[in-house]
C-alpha cells in the first residue's frame, strides 16, 4: 500500500508558478501518480495522471523522476480562482494488477492559497 | 458534475438509526467507490465495485455496507450509525483502474 506525504499548506502569488510535491517512497511498479482538485463543498476533480517522466495537459505538468519516489504538481501563472485542496493518489494500474486487491490511497492533501 | 449524483445532499440522524446514502451515475462506468472524508483527514476509501457481482471493503469498511443494484447504482448503508461516522461522503465511479473518478457532490451526514 503506497502512502503519500504532501505539504499540509502552501501560499502563493496570483501570476506564479505553483510547485507541490508529493512523496510516494514505496510505490509499485504498477502504481499510477494523479492529482486532483477539491473546492470547499465539491467533490475531487481529475487534474492530471502520469507514470514516469513528464506529463502536460492544458491546466497542469506532472513531473516524475526515474525513480518514481516523488512527484510534482507544477501549476503554470496561478489565479485565485486555483485556492483549493490538491490531492495525490498513487493506486495499482490497469489490467497488469490484480482484480479485486485493488487499494486507493489518497494523501491527505496541500492545501493551496493564492493571495491577490 | 451531474453525470454522478448522491442522495440525500443531508442528512442528520440519531445514533442508532439506520441511514442509506445513495450513488447514481449515467456515464456507464463498471467501477463505484465510497469515500469518507472527515476534516484534516482527506478521502479515504470504504468500498468499491467493479462490477454489479463485485464488492471489495476499503481502508475502513467497519460499520458500513454496500449494495450495487445495478450498474448504475451503489448504495452506501449504515446499519446504526453512531456519531463518529459524521462525516461528508463522496460517491465516484471510473471507467478503468487509476483513470480519472468523477465524483458526486457529497453527502454531509451528522449522527447526533
Known amino acids: 500500500l503506497a502512502k503519500t506525504t504532501q505539504p499540509i499548506s502552501m501560499d502563493s502569488y496570483e501570476g506564479q508558478e505553483v510547485n507541490i510535491t508529493c512523496s510516494h517512497n514505496?510505490?509499485?511498479?504498477?502504481?499510477?501518480i494523479t492529482w486532483y482538485q477539491q473546492f470547499p463543498s465539491q467533490g475531487p476533480r481529475f487534474i492530471i495522471q502520469g507514470y514516469k517522466t513528464k506529463v502536460t495537459n492544458e491546466v497542469a505538468s506532472l513531473f516524475i523522476p526515474a525513480d518514481r519516489k516523488s512527484s510534482t504538481l507544477s501549476l503554470p501563472r496561478v489565479s485565485l480562482s486555483d485556492t483549493a485542496v490538491y490531492y495525490c493518489?498513487?493506486?495499482?494500474?490497469?489490467?497488469?494488477?490484480?482484480?479485486?486487491?485493488?487499494?486507493?490511497?489518497f494523501g491527505t492533501g496541500t492545501r493551496l492559497t493564492i493571495i491577490p | 458534475d451531474a453525470d454522478v449524483t448522491q442522495t440525500p445532499r443531508n442528512r442528520i440522524t440519531k445514533t442508532g438509526k439506520r441511514i442509506m446514502l445513495e450513488c447514481s451515475q449515467t456515464k456507464g462506468h463498471d467501477r463505484m467507490y465510497w469515500y469518507r472524508q472527515d476534516p484534516g483527514l482527506g478521502l479515504r476509501l470504504i468500498y468499491y465495485?467493479?462490477?454489479?457481482?463485485?464488492?471489495n471493503k476499503g481502508e475502513i469498511s467497519d460499520g458500513y455496507s454496500v449494495s450495487r443494484q445495478a450498474q448504475a447504482k451503489f448504495s452506501l448503508s449504515l446499519e446504526s450509525a453512531i456519531p463518529n461516522q459524521t462525516a461528508l461522503y463522496f460517491c465516484a465511479t471510473s471507467e478503468y483502474r487509476d483513470n480519472e473518478q468523477f465524483f458526486g457532490p457529497g453527502t454531509r451526514l451528522t449522527v447526533l
Open positions: 493518489l498513487v493506486g495499482a494500474a490497469g489490467e497488469a494488477s490484480n482484480f479485486g486487491n485493488e487499494k486507493l490511497t
Open positions: 514505496n510505490i509499485a511498479t504498477n502504481d499510477y
Open positions: 465495485s467493479f462490477d454489479v457481482k463485485d464488492i
